[in-house]
Each structure stands twice: as C-alpha cells, then as structure tokens.
C-alpha cells in the first residue's frame, strides 16, 4: 500500500454492523509512500494506522475546479462515492449483506439486508446474495433519502419534508 499527504483512507467493518472509517492522510511516515499513517478521521480525531486488509487508500488526483472540487476534462464536476458491499452467508439458508457508503458526501451510511432460503429451494447461493443486496441497497437508498429530507429541513426551515423515491 502507498499514500500520499491529501489522499483518503477508508477502512470497512470486517462484521456485520460495524462502522466505516473514512479519513484524510496528513503524514507519511513509512519510506516510499508506506505505512503508518498520521490521519485525520472524519469526527475530527487524529491517530497513526497501519492499515490492513480491509482499508483502501484512494488517491486524490486530477484537475481541481475553483471550488476546490475535483473536475473531469470537460470541467464538470466531480463527485464520487464509493459503496461497499459486504455478503455473509450463514449455511445454506441465510445470506446477510451489508453496503456502506465508504467515501463520498456521506461516509460511514450504511444498511444491511437479509435472504432466507425456503427449504424447498434448491441451494443457488448467488441467487441469495443477490436478493440480500438488493434489499441492503434498497434500505440505504431509504436512509438516503430521510437524510436529504433532514437537510432539506435544517437549510429551508421547512418541517415534514418527504423527498419522493422517483
């Protein structure tokens, strides 16, 4: 793993429910771009990481728009979020996923999904999962869209907002 100061880390859950780190690299220390790390997390806390193998380093790169955000040839700009999806299967009958959004305007969102075999089914452990992720995916758009509704709220000072799914 190599970094840069500026690039982001984020590290995932290696359990279901637990939360997503998502940080800015403020120190390299190792040599060549290696670890440790000093970073900032995004509740502001600073510490020194190691990462392992749930942690992705993503580089920051490419032209910067006057607002400071990243922008593509064209000029426009940029906004990317990066999802992770985490499927855990229990047998053959059970099947748990878990996405979050790892980095992006809401890093550490997350919701899970679940998928039960009937017993006259036959075992087709794809199918499984991808039932569990639709339904994870489907509950954090849901979350999304209470959270956008929450915003909308606190910046217009307007109550019971509801923001349609279409």
């Known amino acids: 793993m190599r970094a840069q100061r500026g690039d982001h880390i984020v ?3 290696t359990h279901v429910g637990e939360a997503v780190r998502d940080g800015e690299i403020i120190e390299v220390r ?3 771009g290696g670890p440790p790390y000093r970073v900032r997390w995004g509740d502001g806390r ?3 990481i190691y990462p392992g193998a749930s942690a992705e380093v993503r580089a920051q790169h490419g032209a910067e728009a006057p607002s400071g955000v990243p922008a593509d040839a064209q000029g426009r700009l940029v906004r990317e979020w990066d999802i ?4 855990y299967a229990f047998g053959d009958d059970t099947t748990t996923a878990k996405v979050a959004v790892v980095a992006g305007e809401a890093p550490g969102m997350s ?3 679940e998928s039960r075999r009937s017993i006259r089914d036959r075992a087709v452990p794809r199918i499984g999962d991808k039932v569990a992720v639709a339904r994870a995916l489907h509950h954090l758009a849901d979350e999304l869209l209470a959270d956008a509704a929450e915003d909308v709220e606190d910046s217009t000072g307007e109550h019971d907002v509801t923001i349609s799914p279409r």
């Open 11 to 13: 590290v995932a859950g």
């Open 46 to 48: 600073e510490g020194i």
């Open 84 to 87: 992770r999806v985490s499927i």
């Open 30 to 32: 190792g040599p060549d």
């Open 111 to 113: 919701a899970a999904g």
